[in-house]
Nanobody, 119 residues
Framework: QVQLVESGGGLVQAGGSLRLACAAS????????MGWFRQAPGKERDIVAA????????SYADSMKGRFAISRDNAKNTVYLQMNSLKPEDTADYYC????????????WGQGTQVTVSS
């Protein structure tokens, strides 16, 4: 059974930082590209950042560049999202996802962790 379990969300003041983690089980983690997504209330789910199997290549949505950093530890089957200089508009549920193919839809999703940024 595949499980992706996010942690690290919470309430933080604007300008603060949070580090999200997503622990994977039931898959050969190093075979999967990983992504972080977020969904704000009343909005669609959007990509935040992605990282390839080895961790050697990352990509970010434009609004996150320079503030967020995605990383992974294949020995720990975990992907991270370091979020700095948080803004109220970063408030959302954050989800991690795993994709086996190089492109296309993600295969597995976590249940999400809530991030609230107060002004």
């Amino acid at each position: 059974q595949v499980q992706l379990v996010e942690s690290g969300g919470g309430l933080v003041q604007a300008g603060g930082s949070l580090r999200l983690a997503c622990a994977a089980s039931g898959i050969t983690f190093s075979n999967y590209h990983m992504g972080w997504f977020r969904q704000a209330p009343g909005k669609e789910r959007d990509i935040v950042a992605a990282i390839n199997r080895s961790g050697g290549s990352t990509s970010y949505a434009d609004s996150m560049k320079g503030r967020f950093a995605i990383s992974r530890d294949n020995a720990k089957n975990t992907v991270y999202l370091q979020m700095n200089s948080l803004k109220p508009e970063d408030t959302a549920d954050y989800y991690c996802a795993a994709r086996y193919r190089n492109y296309g839809d993600y295969d597995y999703w976590g249940q999400g962790t809530q991030v609230t940024v107060s002004s």
